[in-house]
């Protein structure tokens, strides 16, 4: 049953990646607040506290408990000061949101060896990290959620050539479930999320680096003709399907993928 107080009243969830380029609904900032008017102690982690500006002052405007947290999630060191951080501010880590990533375009020719290291790091190795900290709070009290966030470009192409981006978000699909049978007996739960193509501030961000308003109108029209659904999804239906996993109404869930993408990567072409 849904608690009256709340879905996630009285847990405590680290969410990484909680800033966003600008203003709008980005994964991690929908993440964090959807979080926090459900009732969860949210500790908001991102590399540049600037970019949690705006999801700090959401939260508050909720009423929501929040604690915000600069983080580079590709170090260890900083990750495991990280956890330390959050379990002295609220003593434990119930759930798990491995929110970090971003795309590089390019195929095996065209992207460099270094980013192609980049893509693997910020997309894969963080959530490696992140879980090889906080798992054995989960792992001690034998109680956890952990949900990572993938893309539908784990799946499938999705329009764009960029091979270290689709290989890294394969992985943490994979990552999941090998994870996810592993602790299962353990009582931590690891499910990811697949957005697909999302009307997100960092499309924004790149709409505002087109030459003209046709050549950004061209950007989402092309978008738009990927998704059988009228219109493009945001950070919001990112957020209500982590909510879902993350919460005792998918207690029974684990070691699975919930597509977000209007219809995208069930289409045929």
């Known amino acids: 049953m849904v608690n009256p107080q709340g879905r996630l009243a009285g847990k405590v969830a680290i969410v990484t990646g909680a800033g966003c380029v600008g203003p709008g609904w980005g994964n991690g900032r929908a993440i964090a607040v959807r979080f926090a008017q459900e009732g969860a102690r949210v500790f908001a982690v991102d590399k540049e506290m600037s970019a949690m500006d705006e999801t700090l002052a959401l939260i508050k405007q909720v ?15 900083a990750i495991q000061r990280l956890v330390a951080a959050c379990l002295k501010q609220y003593g434990t880590v119930d759930i798990l949101v491995n929110n970090v990533g971003g795309p590089s375009r390019g195929g095996p020719i065209e992207l460099s060896e270094e980013n192609w290291d980049k893509q693997i790091d910020i997309n894969l190795k ?36 960029q091979v270290g981006y689709a290989a890294a978000k394969a ?22 999320v697949l957005p697909g193509q999302l009307h997100t501030p960092l499309v924004e961000a790149t709409l505002a680096g087109t030459q003209s308003a046709g050549d950004a109108d061209l950007l989402l029209k092309r978008r738009q003709a990927r998704i059988p659904m009228p219109f493009m999804g ?30 995208m990567s069930a289409k045929c072409d």
């Open 171 to 192: 992985g943490v699909i994979q990552f999941g479930r090998v994870v996810a049978v592993e602790y299962a007996k353990k009582g931590i739960r690891v499910n990811t």
């Open 126 to 161: 963080t959530v490696f990290l992140m879980c090889k900290y906080v798992m054995p709070i989960m792992e001690e009290k034998a109680a956890g959620s952990i949900v990572n966030i993938s893309s539908t470009s784990g799946i499938r192409f999705t329009g764009a050539p």
């Open 234 to 263: 945001d950070g919001r239906d990112t957020a209500n399907a982590v909510l879902f996993l993350a919460s005792d109404e998918a207690r029974f869930i684990t070691g699975t993928e919930l597509i977000v993408d209007g219809g």
């Open 63 to 77: 009423g929501g408990d929040v604690t915000p947290y600069s983080c580079d999630v590709t170090n260890s060191a």
